[in-house]
């Protein structure tokens, strides 16, 4: 009997046990599903918060600009530091009796170039019973990366259009059938920020796509407005593809009336910036061109130089995996690290793999050879110096040299995965490799070292020897007779010191308008900062060349026709120097003697056909490049496969003579590199996280 009592007394504890169990469980699960409705409500607050904050404010805008969407968020009441409590008002009811209220506080981000707007966003939701749930997110608002839609995108450009032809890499395939849209073509943009200066009814190139202007294009030797009388395209007014390949002239649209340039156009200039958009439905007209142009590296505290602090930030941040816009990658390739002596090609020897931990925290020059085993490269390369590179190249990457860049010999895509050889088929672009080559200083292609490359006693011996070496504007002027200059054939400097004073004269122009302009100079092999006194673009005798001093006379042009001029006084010139950026062109490591004998090591080894390279060469100040027309295994030819872009263009490659282009860009819009300097805002959403019941 007594077991039996005490087995029922089990049972009942047992049952009992049982009951408040499944009575907690009940209602720990009811307690769990109210707050994954407050939960849900909360996450209601948070997507409405998006509509408000960033589709409503920037439609109301008056551009999609960074600053725009700062001045209506002020308008809003949302100025920086400050905080709305209840961003919709009252709590806002949802369909099931629950609701949410917002809190959005807002802090500006200093740092970058320009200001990056950072906006906390709280939720809170609320159920009929009291039930809640708080999140918290953070909508940061900043610049977009620039698009890079353009074969060509410069702030000023001189020879590069002579014999110039631009189109898509889809030309690799054929020329388009305008009865069949499979063989069309996309369109290849050029972008000029500045000014972009022709010659009077010569050979100005053809370009299959639009030429989309903000600055001034004028003809050189009369200084008229407007492009050159031959200079053609192949896209008809109002297409998105290029139909044929046969060279139409072109039909200006001035976007300074804004219903000009309502359908695509095969020319725009006066092409509106992101402050006057609101004419345009607050969208570019043919996609964004920057306001100014964007650089590899921000330049956070303006002086135009990268700084230590920029550099290793960058590089840091690459190596922690924290950089959003240069993935860590690695580099395997015969290279040589700061050579010294008797520089020369490594081959296939001395193969190395390296990464920006070797290569980008302390100074280092770099000489990289692909000509036997590809360069292999990943991810992003950070290199402390200045590289000098030729050959093959495999693999999806970026080499971001802070100083110059020298390619010296043909650079060329390889489709192979072992130890041979593959040919690329360029018809076919998703299986090509991918290269970003972008100088932090300036990127040099080709012979830009010889003397006057129309020369007509020059063997093509001579062409290739150091002897035939330009010598510094210095030298020339205080040597007029030596050999070194050429004194039989009308002394003159070469293409790279031309286009160096050409733009130091321009930079001069700039700061006599205004003061507070820092100005970028060139030098060539020496201190000295010289510029072209007059308004001629052609080469010059040395002595009309003259340094920044006191008594120097600066003309104020229109193509070669003085408008104006001023003379630097005394303190003027003190404070251009003292205030003055530089870039020098040649480098210390490498100088023009070796970078000749590189150059030369490169010819001979290779057969007759136009200088190769593939991918995007991109500089933070200027390109120079060189194909001489006499050197006949160039024959003035340069065939680019990928895109050009650079601050300043210096860039002569005149074709075989026979009216055939010399540059020919065959744009891969596929290279885009994450780089923070396009004009349009973006909202970036960090991961929400729970903050309270």
């Not at 209601?44 to 209506?72: C, K, N, P």
């Not at 700061?338 to 793999?353: D, F, K, L």
């Not at 000749?596 to 390109?623: E, Q, V």
Request: proline letters at 6%.
């Amino acid at each position: 009997m007594v077991s039996t009592l005490v087995f029922m007394f089990i049972v009942i504890v047992l049952v009992s046990i049982a009951m408040l169990s499944s009575l907690n469980n009940r209602r720990n699960a009811q307690d769990a599903l109210r707050t994954s409705q407050a939960q849900f409500a909360a996450e209601a607050g948070l997507e409405r918060a998006v509509a408000r904050l960033w589709h409503q404010v920037l439609a109301s805008a008056t551009s999609r600009s960074v600053t725009a969407y700062g001045v209506e968020l002020d308008r809003m009441g949302l100025t920086n530091g400050t905080t709305i409590p209840s961003l919709f008002g009252a709590p806002q009811s949802l369909g099931d009796g629950s609701s949410f209220v917002v809190q959005v506080s807002r802090q500006d981000d200093t740092r970058p170039d320009p200001d990056a707007i950072v906006l906390t966003v709280t939720s809170t939701g609320t159920l009929a019973d009291g039930t809640t749930r708080r999140l918290r997110q953070v909508f940061r608002v900043d610049r977009a990366y620039f698009p890079f839609d353009y074969a060509l995108l410069t702030n000023n450009a001189e020879c590069i259009f002579c014999h110039l032809e631009v189109k898509s890499l889809d030309a690799l395939r054929g020329n388009p059938n305008p009865n069949d849209p499979s063989t069309w073509w996309r369109r290849a943009k050029v972008g000029v920020l500045e000014s972009l200066i022709m010659r009077d009814d010569e050979e100005a190139g053809v370009v299959h796509g639009p030429l989309v202007a903000r600055g001034t294009i004028s003809r050189q030797y009369s200084g008229a407005i407007g492009p050159s009388s031959r200079y053609y395209t192949t896209m008809r007014p109002g297409d998105t593809r290029i139909r044929s390949a046969t060279p139409i002239t072109t039909t200006p649209a001035d976007c300074s009336t804004p219903s000009n340039c309502t359908t695509p156009q095969n020319f725009y200039y006066n092409y509106p910036d992101s402050s006057s958009l609101a004419a345009f439905g607050n969208r570019f007209p043919d996609g964004e061109l920057p306001d100014r142009f964007p650089l590899p590296i921000p330049d956070a505290n303006h002086n135009r130089l990268i700084d230590d602090a920029e550099w290793n930030a960058e590089v840091g941040s690459s190596l922690a995996g924290t950089n959003e816009s240069y993935s860590a990658g690695t580099i395997t390739a015969a290279m040589i690290l700061n050579p010294a002596g008797r520089v020369a090609w490594p081959g296939g020897s001395a193969v190395q793999t390296r990464t920006s931990a070797d290569l980008g925290q302390n100074p280092t020059n770099v000489l990289l050879d692909g000509s036997v085993i590809p360069i292999e490269l990943s991810g992003t390369v950070f290199i402390n110096g200045d590289v000098v590179l030729r050959g093959f190249v495999r693999g999806n990457g970026t080499l971001l040299a802070r100083g110059n860049l020298y390619v010296m010999g043909d650079l060329t895509y390889d489709c192979g995965t072992g130890s041979g050889l593959v040919p690329c088929d360029y018809s076919n672009p998703s299986r090509l490799p991918q290269l970003n080559l972008i100088a932090g200083g300036n990127l040099l292609v080709g012979d830009f070292m010889t003397v006057q490359s129309d020369i007509e006693s020059l063997s093509e011996e001579q062409m290739l020897s150091t002897r035939s070496n330009q010598p510094t504007i210095s030298f020339c002027r205080e040597n007029p007779t030596d050999a070194a200059c050429y004194p039989e054939e009308r002394p003159r400097p070469n293409l790279a010191l031309t286009e160096i004073a050409n733009f130091n004269r321009r930079e001069l122009q700039r700061y006599l308008r205004d003061n507070s302009y820092r100005p970028r100079f060139y030098t060539f092999g020496e201190d000295r900062i010289y510029f072209a006194t007059g308004c001629s673009h052609q080469p010059q005798r040395y002595g009309e060349y003259s340094t920044i001093a006191a008594g120097a006379r600066v003309s104020f042009c229109r193509g070669d026709t003085i408008l104006s001029s001023s003379t630097l006084t005394a303190e003027q010139a003190s404070r251009i120097l003292a205030g003055a950026v530089r870039y020098e062109v040649t480098s210390s490591s490498f100088n023009n003697a070796i970078l000749k004998n590189l150059w030369a090591n490169s010819m001979n080894a290779r057969g007759t056909g136009p200088l190769r390279t593939d991918g995007l060469l991109y500089s933070a100040n200027a390109i120079f490049g060189l194909a001489q027309r006499k050197y006949t295994k160039l024959g003035g030819r340069w065939d680019l496969r990928g895109a050009l872009v650079a601050a300043d263009t210096g860039i002569l490659v005149p074709g075989p003579g026979d009216g055939s282009s010399g540059l020919t860009i065959y744009h891969d819009s596929r290279l885009r590199p994450r780089v923070p300097g396009g004009q349009q805002a973006q909202l970036r959403r960090g991961v929400w996280e729970v903050v309270g019941q």
